[in-house]
């Protein structure tokens, strides 16, 4: 079982791009709402403390910002996709919001996060098994599709998730 911080993304538009994705290749498992997410801090196998996490979010004084997504994308690229994503634009918030939590982590508490590399985006569907380009080009043509359409989502919470056996769950709300 892994932990990370993250927030609930429930966004929906995109779910006829993905049903269209699963006729393409069987290999597509779409994710239900309710368990996607945008990770902000992943700690892998280390469940931190979650009195120190609340500290640290009540620290930051968060107050709610708006993301906005256009289109879907697979992820974490175009050769071997594992992942149907959308990508937030205009990110310099979450960048920022990261970097106060990373900081305040590890000057005070030692905590890291696993990720080498931040690349924002909610996870809407799996890719299962390596898909043959044919496939691939088939469905990049429904992102392409999928560009015109946009969202934006009101972040008002920030969660520790537990994920276990492909499943990820909200252990606590830190920040709502």
């Known amino acids: 079982m892994t932990w990370f911080l993250g927030i609930p993304i429930r966004i929906r ?51 709610p910002f708006i993301l906005y997504f256009r289109g879907i ?22 960048f920022r919001l990261r970097e106060e939590i990373l900081t305040r982590l590890s000057d005070l508490y030692k905590i890291k996060d696993k990720y080498t590399e931040f690349r924002p985006h909610v996870s809407l569907a799996i890719i299962r098994y390596r898909i043959p380009l044919d496939i691939i080009d088939k469905m990049l043509k429904v992102c392409k599709r999928s560009e015109k359409v946009q969202d934006r989502i009101l972040v008002t919470s920030i969660v520790l998730y537990e994920a276990k056996g492909g499943k990820v769950e909200i252990v606590n709300e830190l920040w709502a």
Do not use: S, W
């Open 13 to 63: 538009i995109y779910d006829d791009y993905l049903k269209e994705a699963c006729r393409l290749c069987l290999n597509v498992r779409i994710i239900p709402p309710e368990e996607r997410h945008l990770t902000l801090v992943y700690f892998g196998e280390v469940r931190p403390p979650i009195e120190v996490l609340k500290k640290i979010i009540n620290e930051i004084n968060m107050k």
């Open 73 to 94: 994308t697979l992820f974490p690229n175009t050769i071997r996709p594992r992942y149907i994503v959308t990508v937030p634009y205009y990110q310099e918030r979450l």
